[in-house]
């Protein structure tokens, strides 16, 4: 019989947030694949997971899947991790996922922790339907993306880094205007979670003044 290909959801902060059926999956499986093997090490240390790793990201995601399908057809069960998160998420999984997936192999995602749907949820945003864009394209293509989102009534979800989070805002600004509500999440499950809340002016003000640190999850209110 086949093997199973487990995407299995790891922190993205606070280590509470692992589930038992992780560990369990982790520790239970032939393999397990990293998106960078020195980060995953220290969590599977964590958990007293010994298991082997082998490392499986973007750069090397579409020469490697093949012989991980290969192992799958053979009968391995197999998870796939990433730094923190749900793999496929602004992360490597969405590849390895859909090759396994045509060549019959059994893909079982573990519910677990993720970013965007914490920061959705404290931002004070209707939550009810969204639209999750994850990182807007750093150069080509960045204006274009941002203008077919003008008419979109869903609250939007963007994943940023703290370098560029200032000029982000101010781009949204504006496209959406200064007075669009939006909220920023960082540090999500961490020490030093924050979530402001206010219109994107207000926001700007705020960074202008307070360097941005961490990770961040920036949602915008749709258009009204």
Known sequence: ???????????????????????????????????????????????????????????????????????????????????????????????????AAAAGIKVECLPGATAVIPALVSSGLPCDRFAFEGFLPQKKGRQTKLQSLVEEKRTMAFYESPYRVLKTL????????????AATCREISKIHEECLRGTLAELIEHFKATAPKGEFVVIVAGKA
Not at 54 to 83: C, Y
Not at 171 to 180: I, L, N, P
């Open 1 to 99: 019989m086949a093997g199973i290909l487990y995407i299995v959801p790891t922190p993205v902060g606070n280590l509470e947030d692992m589930t038992l059926r992780a560990i369990r999956i982790l520790k239970e499986v032939d393999l397990v694949l990293a998106e960078d093997t020195r980060t995953s090490g220290k969590l599977l240390k964590h958990f007293e997971i010994q298991n082997h790793l082998m490392s499986h990201h973007k750069f090397n995601e579409h020469g490697t899947s093949a012989g991980i399908v290969e192992r799958l057809k053979g009968g391995q069960n197999i998870a796939l991790i990433s730094d923190a998160g749900t793999p496929g998420i602004s992360d490597p999984g969405f590849f390895l996922a859909r090759e």
């Open 170 to 181: 101010q781009q949204f600004a504006e496209v959406f205007g200064e007075d669009r509500q």
